[in-house]
């Protein structure tokens, strides 16, 4: 239940209890997880992962890992390794339950055999442009093949022929026998084997011919024994293709497919080909890029596993594809970083601030919340002196009526400080710009009280220029500038130019340099940030996750 209240796992869960009650399955409950090893995974994979792993946890079932790995020309191992760190991250565990559907090429191909011994696969010599244009379209229905009445024998012979590599690639496939007049085009005599002289991460060069995912998917689930084979919508049509084979092949017990909506973000690509594009041509750092959508890119921004899992569960199992607001993502986020993550004063455009009636070589302390959301998180000291640095737009040299933060004459308090009223602006001759300015502060107003009770409208943070190290801070917007990034059509034109800004002159209170990469921080009205494995041991660098300001928040709010 969520804390709406509401049964994760909505009509997926209804069906998986309607076969536990009738004992469809003798009470099993098996899923699996099937990522093709072809690119990272993104946060859309989160929301199948969430469901598969946690429908089968929840109905006191297994999940199976296994990797599509069908089609070696596009697969690789480096990609295997991720996807199973990236589960690990995001909470889940397939125990000793990984299976590559590679593993299945010997029984497939057996399969393969007892399909066409029943006459119902054939070897068609068509091209594959061939076939396309003999598979008709949506209106009209398509021709048979010219080789679609072969003998068994003969279409034993040759499929065997095709295994032992006599012919070139491309030049033969093995197609079920079913009906090119079906309204459904995947039942169209679809294709079950092509041959490809691609060496495989797997099995090497032992096969020239290899299955389809159409074909090896719904045999991959009966050899492993899965029970509801959960997948996203797209594979609706094929489901009486998968329903056809498990039948024609007497598998008993067969498992069904139930599809559920994709996960769609504003601003975001799901589409592992497409974010492959941005990494090759050089649009990002890499997978890891803290804009990118991939697992990888959020853990690097600061996401936490926890927040991904939160929106998975309040979005929900439904059956009609939408488009989640990014802002939601962000908030699920944002209330999981406020109760973990320690606050801190960093300065990220740094302005001088020289307070001339305080004492030269004086050094004090002030005790300060480490997070006000955690008691047991406990206080810290930060130390006060003579010069401090401030941020350069907390101060207007001619601030309009609403500005509440220093200007010329105007006082302000510095958090958990003093008061502190600007005197003059220092400027560069050449330049005109504000190098300094010249403050006096208020010695009875430690800790941020008057004895007097005068009202500071405007609390700034700050951070003292001796007690201070410099470190990296990257800002980053959305990568595109589109709500739906393929607007147009071309995802390239809708990327926002400025989604990365780097400061490099950033001050980082005292207490911030011991921090490790990874570790995640409040800094004071500025948002969530993390530290980046691009720090070194004289620099750290920091991403910001998150800003403060909660659009959803306000979104819902108002309704
Ligand atoms: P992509 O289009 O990004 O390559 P895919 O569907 O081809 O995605 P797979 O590795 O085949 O990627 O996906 C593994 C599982 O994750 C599949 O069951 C697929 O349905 C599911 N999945 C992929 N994208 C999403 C998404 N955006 N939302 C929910 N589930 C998804
Ligand atoms: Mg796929």
């Not at 801190?344 to 601030?353: D, E, F, G, I, T």
């Not at 001796?466 to 607007?487: C, G, I, N, Q, W």
Request: charged share 30%.
């Amino acid at each position: 239940m969520n804390e709406e209240g509401i049964k994760f796992g909505g009509f997926i869960q209804d069906i998986i209890e309607e076969d536990i009650a009738s004992n469809r399955y003798g009470g099993r409950v098996h899923t699996r997880f099937p990522p093709e090893p072809n690119g990272y995974l993104h946060i859309g994979h989160s929301k199948a992962i969430c469901i598969d792993f946690g429908l089968a946890e929840a109905n006191g079932g297994l999940c199976n890992l296994r990797f599509d790995d069908t089609n070696p020309s596009t697969e690789d191992v480096e990609y295997v390794e991720s996807i199973m760190e990236d589960i690990r991250w995001l909470g889940f565990d397939w125990d000793d339950r990984l299976y590559y559907a590679s593993d299945y090429f010997d029984q497939l191909y057996e399969y393969a055999l007892q399909l066409i011994r029943k006459g119902l696969a054939y070897v068609c010599d068509l091209s594959a442009e061939e076939i396309r244009e003999y598979r008709g379209t949506l209106t009209e229905p398509g021709r048979n093949s010219p080789y679609r009445d072969r003998s068994v024998d003969e279409n034993l012979d040759l499929f065997e022929r095709m295994r032992k590599g006599e012919f070139p690639d491309g030049s033969r496939t093995l197609r079920a026998k079913i009906d090119m007049a079906s309204p459904n085009i995947v039942m169209r005599d679809p294709v079950l084997y092509r041959i490809l002289r691609v060496p495989h991460h797997r099995t090497g060069d032992k096969w020239c011919i290899y299955p389809t995912y159409d074909y090896a998917h719904p045999l991959s689930d009966a050899i492993e024994g899965i029970t509801h084979s959960l997948c996203t919508l797209e594979f609706e049509e094929h489901r009486p293709f998968y329903d056809w084979l498990l039948e024609v092949l007497e598998i008993p017990q067969p498992p069904k497919q139930i599809e559920f909506a994709r996960l769609n973000l504003t601003y975001t690509l799901t589409s592992k080909r497409r974010l492959r594009r941005l990494v090759e041509d050089g649009y990002v750092s890499g997978w890891d890029d803290p804009r990118m959508p991939t697992l990888r890119g959020l853990r690097r921004r600061g996401y936490t596993p926890e927040s991904i899992r939160t929106l998975c569960e309040r979005v929900g199992v439904a059956k009609a594809n939408s488009v989640v607001d990014y802002a939601f993502l962000e908030h699920c986020l944002r209330e999981d970083l406020n109760k973990r993550a320690l606050r801190a004063m960093v300065v990220l455009r740094p302005l001088k601030v020289v307070i001339t009636n305080y004492p030269e070589g004086q050094v004090e302390e002030f005790e300060t919340e480490n997070n006000p959301e955690d008691p047991s998180a406990g206080t810290r000291k930060v130390p006060f002196s003579r010069e401090i640095y401030i941020e350069r737009d907390d101060f207007m040299e001619d601030p309009p009526k609403k500005f509440f933060r220093l200007a010329p004459g105007r006082e302000v308090r510095l958090k958990s400080a003093y008061y502190i009223t600007c005197q003059e602006v220092v400027k560069d001759p050449s330049t005109g710009e504000i190098v300094e300015l010249r403050c006096t502060y208020d010695p009875e107003s430690r800790g941020g009280m008057t004895p007097d009770g005068r009202r500071v409208r405007g609390t700034i943070h700050w951070v003292s220029a001796a007690h201070s190290h410099k470190a990296e801070v990257r800002l980053y917007d959305h990568l595109f500038l589109t709500e739906d990034p393929e607007e147009g059509g071309d995802f390239i034109a809708n990327l926002n130019p400025n989604s990365l800004e780097v400061l490099t002159d950033c001050r980082i209170e005292l207490a911030l340099a011991e921090a490790s990469v990874g570790d995640r921080f409040q800094f004071l009205r500025h948002g969530y940030f993390v530290v980046d494995p691009d720090s070194t041991e004289d620099r750290l660098v920091f991403n910001r996750t998150v800003s403060l300001r909660d659009t959803w928040q306000k979104i819902k709010d108002k309704s």
